[in-house]
């Protein structure tokens, strides 16, 4: 038997991928050297600058505004059926994406300050902060009622309704999104006015999937960051019919979530609540409808989508299995998707930088599957 497993499990040295700092460094690496690879070899990419800006700010931001959170006594109240490891996180700072996502918006506006360009970005930024209100008003009801619930169900997917639908008529009226969705290979999918109830669609699917997602540390904002950047290089890729403006906006999204990482990986010093999962969600619906991105997002979310089918699919089989004692049978150990894994042994620092990877391995498939320009 070697030494190492003769070491009881809290006395073995730790695996380099379960160092919250150096997989963190490693992801925000990953994402500054992709900007600055595009912008040398993409013609007229300039992803670096809005990249950088955001993280510097987002970082700073949430260094002086995470205290201020603790003092006000905006500690997470951790649900009693998840995890019994996630207990010791009770009283973390959460709403964190009050302190970065209007970081990322703003500097994402800025990008374009004339013609349609940038009354686009205005409407992507209005929409993601009003998920960020929603998110916020949502957390606030959480932590004053001292439990892990704060709207109905209903309610919160009523207010997430109306804010897309205001976005969506906004849209319409201008013109900005294209009623055929591009695929790979040159192939179109023609759907006429059935676009608008799918923008709908997707922009709850996506904010509560983004939501279900936020549930170890750093896997939000990690994933996130990968998947803004990725729909940022997809965009300039496509050539003329590209978005340098939109993509530009998606950088700033990324360095947002980037800078918030850097106070959000294990061990995490606040969470970003559905204040920032929310937001994140909205933005990316927002960006992909009007950049005619729905097929990248469905392919370099895939790890969103995976953690949202994860809880239909527990849901669904336990109810259609279910007995008269009022038990049903259980796809998963626990859903979403990562407290699976937990369950099953794997530690939260191990569980986040796989699905990370995941991402990136997503991402890349979605660059090379994109829609041609």
């Known amino acids: 038997m070697s030494d190492s497993a003769r070491l009881p499990s809290s006395s073995r040295p730790m695996p380099w991928w379960e160092n919250g700092s150096l997989s963190a460094g490693l992801l925000i690496l990953v994402v500054i050297s992709s900007s600055f690879a595009s912008d040398k070899w993409i013609p007229n990419a300039q992803l670096s600058l809005p990249l950088l800006i955001a993280t510097l700010m987002a970082s700073i931001a949430a260094a002086v505004g995470i205290p201020r959170l603790r003092a006000l006594k905006m500690g997470q109240v951790i649900r009693e059926e998840g995890p019994q490891g996630h207990r010791s996180k009770a009283g973390t700072p959460t709403m964190g994406g009050l302190l970065v996502v209007p970081v990322g918006t703003i500097i994402g506006s800025l990008v374009s300050v004339s013609g349609s360009a940038a009354q686009q970005l205005l409407a992507i930024a209005a929409v993601t902060l009003a998920y960020m209100v ?23 997917l009523l207010l997430q309704a109306l804010a897309a639908v205001i976005f969506l008529a906004v849209a319409a009226w201008q013109g900005w999104i294209s009623d055929q969705v591009s695929l790979p290979f040159g192939i179109t999918l023609p759907l006429g006015l059935m676009i608008w109830p799918l923008g709908l669609f997707v922009f709850l699917a996506e904010s509560n999937a983004t939501n279900l997602t936020d549930g170890l540390d750093g896997l939000a904002s990690g994933c996130g960051a990968l998947v803004f950047m990725g729909m940022a290089v997809q965009l300039m890729l496509r050539g003329h019919s590209g978005d340098p403006a939109i993509a530009g906006f998606c950088m700033a999204m990324a360095g947002a979530w980037l800078g918030f990482l850097m106070h959000n990986r294990n061990p995490a010093r606040a969470f970003m609540g559905d204040t920032g999962s ?65 369950l099953g042994g794997t530690s939260e620092r191990t569980v986040v930088p796989c699905f990370w990877l995941a991402t990136l391995g997503m991402v890349i498939l979605g660059l090379v599957l994109r829609p041609i320009g």
Not at 136 to 152: E, I, P, R, V
Request: charged share 15%.
């Open 278 to 342: 929310l937001a994140m969600g909205a933005a990316l619906s927002a960006v992909a409808l009007l950049s005619d991105s729905l097929w990248p997002l469905l392919l370099m979310g895939g790890v969103f989508l995976a953690e949202s089918l994860s809880v239909i699919i527990q849901v669904w089989v336990f109810k259609a299995t279910k007995g008269a004692d009022g038990q049903g049978r259980r796809v998963f150990r626990m859903a979403p998707l990562h407290h699976h894994f937990e």
């Open 134 to 156: 929603i998110g916020g008003f949502d957390d606030w009801q959480s932590l004053t009622k001292k439990t892990n619930t704060g709207l109905t169900p209903r309610g919160k």
